[in-house]
């Protein structure tokens, strides 16, 4: 044994020694990022005129092609600047701009979702303001608090708008006589109906686990008004308690309880596209779903949609609830802000690609023909001759004309709460946690992350 | 004794039948599923190869540019296999000839890192490889790659390395030989079906990594395989069929390397060690 | 080349020095952005009075079991098989080394569609066969959807371990099998007395890649299960990166971080000291 022993001490040694050089150059290095406030190129090397540009991808789709040809015309009217532009798949993005922030590496423009993400940017100094641009009133009024901090912009939108609606199959809905439900109570009732003849009534594609949050956004809506979810994104003490969030939790577990969702639906992810299939195959009647599920069902079968069997309705009123029925929830829109660690030239040109780019209804023109539905003012004749004019022109005013656009949750609040929330929902689902259990979870969650 | 002898083998081979299904079942799938579209694959039969059938994901694969991350993908292989597996069987044979101490210690320092996540220290290796102005190359994920499979690869060498007879190296010491004419005409020869089956290990840990390249990397002309896959998912939706065509394509130039490397892990032994 | 410094400086600047880091992360309140802010022991307290990170533990230890259960003697079997040196065998191994060879992303996505509830391919067959039990909540059923993961990866890394076993076969000298067969030992004895005890040492590597590779085994699962349904497949790899880069709690993360490596560390060492490794150490001890 103690003929083993000896070289071990020796390697402690050894690794001692390493450690010591190790955290010198550790602590160096972090030291220098994280309090390095002062001014270096951005964006892994890019100088001069140069500024790079990350984005989400939508995949190899129309929109991208967009943003692509905004920037070329950009460059053309703007010589010499260049924007190096590069798309990253959503569910890695947030890691990847995270790391770089941290670093203070990160690109000229990013993209980002805003709400308490981009909070926590702003917060460590990482986002340059905007001020107050005269674009601002070129968007609609309830497109811009997602990127506002205190009265200051920092942000623009750069994709559409993405609310969320019912989408149903009419086949199905005609061949029993339905109409779609107004209310909750309704919603039950035609869930029986639909189970009774064999339909499943609802697709939900809650391995994502966001499509359930969709669900309790709108029924706390319906039952406190948005001043609930208010409280919930400022972490206020105990708000997770509110008696809407309770009655919200029960009406989505009554929901599980009456059938309503496929076999499966707590595995099954939107990105397959399992869920549309269920709806457009006549498996399912319904799915509560962002616009771009128009597209998405779209892409997958073309004639179904074309043949006007896919229906839009808003989500139901629940019977002596307090919000507005035309309060909408979802993406207000996704949005792009500059880094404060750009240079004075990086920033003037991102300025300049926001307000001349950016804001030019040719933009807009351009996004209404990859299928988005932009929030600039006054878009709604735009949408003439489109394919999905009907779809598209419905959203546009119901956004215009909301009350109340609620922002969704798992971006609007702070990571810490977003993440413990989305995974516990998912439990609710599975009728494995109770409404209370979940309440005081996120109630501890919220006090220790803020 | 000849009897069962045979039914041990019949057994064997309908064992080894069926896992060839549980095998190849899937993967036919796979063929199937990407020759169909996105609004086809699913609601289609996943077994008959009946309705429309089209090879069309395998175009929307070269449009995403799959050519590209395939050629940066099997540059950064290639320089990784063949940096750790040199420098493994380097530092194996010092460690098993062990002449000084240092060199033991490292061996048990090594050993440390075989169970190191590396989502655990991703984020110091970014700032290392940023302030090393490492940022968005190939080398960075060549550097970080390698020394991510240097331990399991010297566990491995030093484990190959210990079983050549020490008569064999004491003899062409004898015959006048130095340190280096043994590695290179003994340990060198010996070692190569280890060294195939090392490559393959590391290789495909190379080849199918997707965090490094995902932080360390941005432009798309730095942009490995795995990156070019997700070229192909959108913000809410993923192209099935042609994500499985995409996989398919890129199994094929490693399927070629694996056959060729099969032939020398398989041929090149015969017992040389035993005599 | 020829010595230990170029792997150790390769490993030692990036690899080493990182996990350093990592410690000493464990030690600061850290959101990724701004200064970190000292916490001493704070957030080693968060981990013991943590159920989310005793969930992880437990399904952590789970996985790594069933994995070496399920992987050691297929791959054994296969290894042997395969080794054999028919034409048709040939055939077998290469088809056999076919999933090892697909990235990450399209093996979860190809088991994801086989298994949806509604049109996988397995469901599909179920209706036409009638085999019922094919049927199944795959990865939304709480009890199954572990052991189904298990069988995903074992279906990945089968085929690397088989290629192990068959390449340590080929290398048992002939001579043993034919001196065995002289002594009448039966094909099982043979198995017994030859073949398994002269491949003790593929045993122990093969162990060790299969059980540290599982213990931070983080891909799949990540694409497939995200941890669900509930906690049910969240893996303390999988915790630590939702801890932080979902949650941005890199102090904390790294807590779970170091105690991985500690315990994947410990279980390493304990494999290459108790067993065909230590005997190289002591033997090579006594020669210097």
New interface residues.
């Given amino acids: 044994m103690h003929r083993v022993s000896a070289p071990r001490i020796r390697g402690r040694r050894w690794l001692a020694a390493g450690a010591a050089v190790a955290t010198a150059v550790v602590l160096a290095a972090c030291g220098s990022a994280a309090g390095g406030g002062k001014t270096s190129a951005s964006g892994g090397g890019a100088k001069g005129k140069t500024v790079t540009m990350w984005l989400v991808t939508t995949g190899p789709s129309p929109a991208n092609t967009a943003v692509e040809n905004l920037v070329k015309s950009f460059e053309k009217s703007h010589p010499g600047d260049h924007i190096d532009y590069n798309f990253v798949e959503n569910q890695s993005y947030k890691q990847k701009i995270q790391l770089a922030m941290g670093a203070g590496n990160a690109p000229t423009i990013f993209w980002t979702w805003g709400g308490g993400t981009l909070q926590q940017y702003i917060k460590a100094g990482d986002v340059a303001s905007l001020g107050h641009p005269s674009w601002m009133s070129d968007f609609l009024p309830s497109s811009l608090g997602a990127v506002t901090d205190q009265g200051k912009l920092y942000g623009i939108p750069v994709e559409g708008t993405q609310p969320v609606y019912f989408f149903y199959n009419k086949q199905i809905f005609s061949k029993y006589h339905l109409t779609f439900p107004k209310t909750w109570n309704e919603l039950l009732s035609t869930v029986k109906t639909l189970k009774s003849h064999g339909v499943t009534p609802i697709s939900l594609a809650e391995g994502d686990q966001w499509p359930g949050l969709m669900y309790l956004e709108y029924l706390t809506d319906r039952i406190g008004g948005p001043s609930v979810a208010q409280a919930l994104q400022s972490n206020k003490k105990g708000a997770w308690s509110n008696p809407a969030v309770t009655k919200a939790l029960s009406d989505i577990q009554q929901l599980v309880r009456a059938g309503a969702f496929q076999s499966g639906y707590d595995s099954l992810k939107f990105s397959g596209g399992g869920s549309d299939a269920l709806v457009y195959s006549g498996k399912a009647a319904m799915q509560l779903m962002g616009d771009w599920d128009i597209s998405s069902i779209l892409g997958s079968d073309p004639s179904f949609v074309k043949g006007g069997n896919l229906g839009m309705a808003p989500f139901p009123t629940v019977a002596g609830g307090t919000g507005n029925p035309a309060d909408l929830a979802g993406n207000t829109a996704s949005y792009v802000s500059i880094s404060s660690k750009a240079t004075a030239t990086q920033k003037k040109i991102a300025e300049e690609f926001f307000a001349d780019a950016l804001t030019s209804p040719s933009y807009a023109k351009s996004e209404v023909g990859a299928g988005e539905v932009p929030v600039t003012k006054g878009a709604s004749p735009m949408f003439a001759g489109q394919s999905l004019a009907s779809y598209d022109k419905t959203i546009y005013n119901s956004v215009e004309h909301a009350p109340s656009f609620q922002y969704s949750w798992d971006q609007a609040m702070t990571p810490q709460v977003a993440n413990v929330m989305l995974t516990n929902l998912a439990q609710v689902f599975e009728l494995s946690e109770t409404p209370a259990k979940f309440e005081s979870l996120l109630n501890n969650q919220a006090a220790s992350g803020s | 004794m000849r009897r069962r002898f045979t039914v041990g083998k019949a057994v064997a081979l309908v064992l080894a039948t069926i896992w060839l299904v549980i095998v190849a079942a899937p993967l036919y799938y796979m063929i199937l599923a990407s020759l169909r579209t996105q609004g086809t694959y699913l609601t289609s039969s996943p077994w008959i190869p009946s309705g429309s059938l089209s090879t069309s994901s395998y175009g929307t694969v070269f449009d995403a540019g799959l050519g590209r991350y395939l050629l940066n993908s099997v540059v950064l292989t290639a320089v990784c296999v063949v940096l750790t597996v040199t420098i493994s069987l380097g530092a194996a044979y010092r460690i098993v000839r062990r002449r000084s101490r240092a060199v033991s210690a490292s061996f048990t320092v090594m050993l440390f890192g075989l169970a190191i996540p590396v989502q655990a220290i991703i984020v110091p290796m970014y700032v290392l490889i940023y302030k090393m102005h490492l940022y968005d190359t190939l080398f960075a994920l060549i550097l970080t790659l390698s020394a991510a499979a240097v331990p399991v690869s010297v566990l491995i060498m030093v484990s190959f390395v210990r079983d050549i007879p020490r008569e064999l190296i004491g003899a062409m010491l004898v015959d006048g030989g130095g340190e280096w004419t043994v590695f290179r005409r003994l340990i060198w020869p010996l070692s190569r079906p280890v060294l195939a089956t090392l490559a393959i290990y590391d290789g495909l840990n190379v080849w199918n990594n997707f965090l490094l390249p995902l932080v360390l990397t941005q432009s798309s002309s730095v942009a490995v395989l795995p990156l070019g896959l997700t070229k192909l998912e959108g913000l809410y939706s993923v192209n099935v069929p042609a994500v499985m065509a995409g996989v398919l394509l890129s199994v094929l130039p490693l399927l070629v390397l694996f056959i060729f490397m099969r032939r020398q892990v398989m041929n090149s032994l015969g017992g040389m060690i035993a005599r | 080349?020829?010595?230990?410094?170029?792997?150790?400086l390769?490993?030692?600047?990036?690899?080493?020095?990182?996990?350093?880091?990592?410690v000493?992360?464990s030690f600061v309140k850290w959101?990724?952005?701004?200064?970190?802010r000292w916490a001493g022991g704070a957030n080693w307290a968060e981990f013991f009075s943590d159920p989310v990170a005793r969930t992880s533990v437990e399904v952590t230890v789970k996985l790594v079991v069933l994995s070496y259960v399920v992987q050691t003697p297929?791959s054994l079997?296969?290894g042997l098989?395969?080794?054999g040196r028919q034409r048709y065998k040939?055939v077998?191994?290469?088809?056999?080394?076919?999933?090892?060879?697909?990235?990450?992303?399209?093996i979860a996505?190809?088991?994801?569609?086989?298994l949806?509830?509604?049109?996988?391919?397995l469901t599909?067959?179920s209706k036409s066969t009638g085999l019922s039990f094919l049927n199944q909540?795959?990865?939304?059923d709480?009890h199954l959807?572990l052991y189904v993961v298990v069988a995903i990866i074992a279906?990945q890394f089968i085929p690397?371990h088989t290629?192990?076993y068959?390449?340590g076969r080929?290398?048992v000298?002939?001579?043993l099998y034919e001196a065995a067969l002289l002594d009448g030992a039966?094909?099982?004895q043979m198995l017994w007395r030859v073949t398994l005890p002269q491949l003790r040492?593929t045993i122990?590597?093969s162990g060790?890649?299969m059980i540290?590779g599982s213990?931070?085994y983080?891909?799949i699962i990540y694409i497939m299960?995200?941890?669900?349904?509930?906690?049910t497949t969240r893996v303390l790899?999988l915790d630590?990166?939702?801890v932080?880069?979902?949650?941005?709690?890199?102090g904390y993360a790294?807590v779970?971080?170091?105690i991985?490596?500690v315990?994947?560390?410990a279980?390493?060492?304990g494999l290459?000291?108790f067993s065909?490794?230590?005997s190289?150490?002591?033997q090579?001890?006594?020669?210097?």
């Fill in positions: 080349m020829l010595g230990a410094g170029p792997p150790m390769l490993f030692c600047l990036f690899i080493v020095v990182p996990m350093i880091a990592a000493l992360m959101n990724g952005l701004g200064a970190p297929i079997g296969l098989f395969t080794a040939t077998y191994a290469t088809i056999f080394v076919l999933p090892l060879l697909m990235s990450t992303a399209g996505l190809l088991w994801e569609s086989l949806d509830p509604n049109f996988g391919a599909a067959l909540n795959w990865l939304g709480p959807t279906w690397f290629l192990l068959a390449v080929r290398q000298p002939q001579a039966s094909p099982w040492y122990v590597t060790i890649l540290v213990l931070t983080f891909d299960t995200d941890g669900g349904p509930g906690y790899s630590m990166y939702n932080a880069f979902l949650q941005d709690q890199y790294s779970l971080a170091v991985l490596s315990v994947g560390i279980i390493a060492i290459v000291r065909g490794f230590a190289m150490a002591s090579q001890e006594g020669a210097a």
